[in-house]
């Protein structure tokens, strides 16, 4: 899951960091508001965690700019301010949920992958192509009654097939998904991944085009 | 057996004392005619001071009755405006202070009373609204140093970790810890001294001495960002004062300077002596907007509302200026340009 941090203190910035790729998340920074948003606009995120009080463009005033330029990504915002006004405003600006600080790290990664389940998956917990189930809450495949094992990096890739399920994903989709701009990878680590990826739930489901990319069909 | 209401006692003292009254003086007119019956004629004499007696009879308790009216009236007048107090101080409470008493449109002893008594009322409201605002800022302020002391123990905990990444988070706590710790310091530091108690700790000081003191603690950091202090006029002036004070009054208006200073640039200081004691401070930071300036002596006001925490502080050091500035019966002058730089005034 590729999510974007919009924080302004450096000390909850770097916490949020860690915590997240620990878990195996794809994060990325920003620590203003005009860089946040900059980063909201360009690239695609699973979720966005917002800061209320940032320099130069607040919370809210990037909530309306990225809700008016049509930019759905579900966004959670953290903010010491914990009024009922407070939240409602927040709410009613575009935010999908809202964590008044000081809260608890757990919390907010379950927040989090709320909003993606919800975001990708109409939100039931499951999604299925063919026999191939995946549980996002639990993070399990199950093919034929049998859990397959994955790691993290094939796990989000599926996830990330079967969210664009019947379209054309290229590797530099993968690519932008999986690793953060801050990792160098090459390619040769993508197909790498891939190929462990088919491998272990069978070639037929993930179909190849030399020079286009991959795609999963129902 | 005591009556409870004001009005009846005053009224049963006033109807007891004037009785007593009218019988002496029906009394003693009576006694002065049976007094001078001897040198008239004695009947007609005895038929006036009958008839005499018999007026007085009626007329005594009509007056007497009419009297009692208009006293009732004025206790009325009196009472009223306390009975209305009664009402509204019973209904204030610190969670509502909307109520305040109508003024009566006589201009007397009764309306000054209601004036002051709803004066109170809104000095009341207003120090709680400022104790409720300034609750509101401790608990804002102390969220965010929380939020990273709970998390990094949180994810610290995790999991198992190398020694040195429990270093590393142990310091990210301490760092917070410590910046909890000023902050309470510094409102302490607001509440210790009142008008009230100032005085006690006053004695006689050497203001140039006390300058020089904090300039000296801020060597490292004006070097680290090259920035000079021109000394203009710098006067020995001896003041009773409280040190601590005025001591810092001069380390946050350099701190101030510093801070919001970008590198390589100066700061003129001027302390002298005309009519009053003059402290003149000099920047060519970074500069407050001309709408922002009333506001910088608020606690926890910052300009950047994101509290950039890249210049630490808490909006703090203003207020502790103002607060002290204040407690000399000094005053204090702000002038600022954005992007040119700031000159802060303090006459003591």
Known sequence: MKILIIEDDENIRSLLHRGFIEYGFNVELAEDGEDGEYMATINQYDVIVLDWMLPQKNGIDILKNLRSNSIKTPIIMLSAKSDIDDKILGLKHGADDYLSKPFSFK????????LYRRAISDGSNIMKIKDIELNISLKRVIKNSEEISLNLKEYELLT??????????????????LWSNNDFINSNVIQVTIYNLRKKIGKEYIKSY????????? | MKIRHLKLRVLLWFGFVSSIAFFLISFILYNTLEHSINNKSINSMYEMAEYIEYTLWILVPILLIILIFLVSRVIDKVLNPIKEITKTANEISISDFSSSIEEPTDNDEVREFVRSFNGMI???????????????????????????????????????????????SLQIIGEEASQIENMIKSLLFLSKYSKSNIKHSFEFCELDYILFKVLDRYKIQLKNKNINIHLK???????????????SIFSNLIDNAIKY???DKNIYISLFQKEKIRFIIEDEGIGIPKDKIQKLTHRFYRV?????????????????????????????????????????????
């Open chain 2, 122 to 168: 809104y000095r009341l409201k207003d120090g709680v609204e400022r104790m409720d605002r300034f609750n509101h800022d401790v608990s804002h302020e102390l969220k965010t140093p929380l939020t990273v002391i709970k998390g990094e123990v949180e994810i610290t905990l995790d999991r198992p970790r190398k020694s040195a990444e429990y270093i590393k």
């Open chain 2, 261 to 263: 200073s970008n590198k």
């Open chain 1, 210 to 218: 030399r020079g286009l990319g991959y795609k999963v069909e129902d």
């Open chain 2, 304 to 348: 950047d509302e994101s509290r950039n925490r890249k210049i630490k502080g808490f909006g703090l050091g203003l207020s502790i200026v103002k607060n002290s500035v204040e407690l000399h019966d000094g005053t204090m002058h702000i002038e600022s340009k954005e992007k040119k730089g700031t000159i802060v005034i303090i006459d003591l």
């Open chain 1, 107 to 114: 919390e907010l990664r379950a927040r989090v992958e709320s």
């Open chain 2, 233 to 247: 006029n710098i006067e020995k002036i001896k003041k009773k004062v409280n040190p601590v004070l005025i001591e």
């Open chain 1, 160 to 177: 990330f097939l079967f969210k664009h399920k019947n379209a054309m994903v290229s590797n530099s989709m993968i690519q932008e998904q």
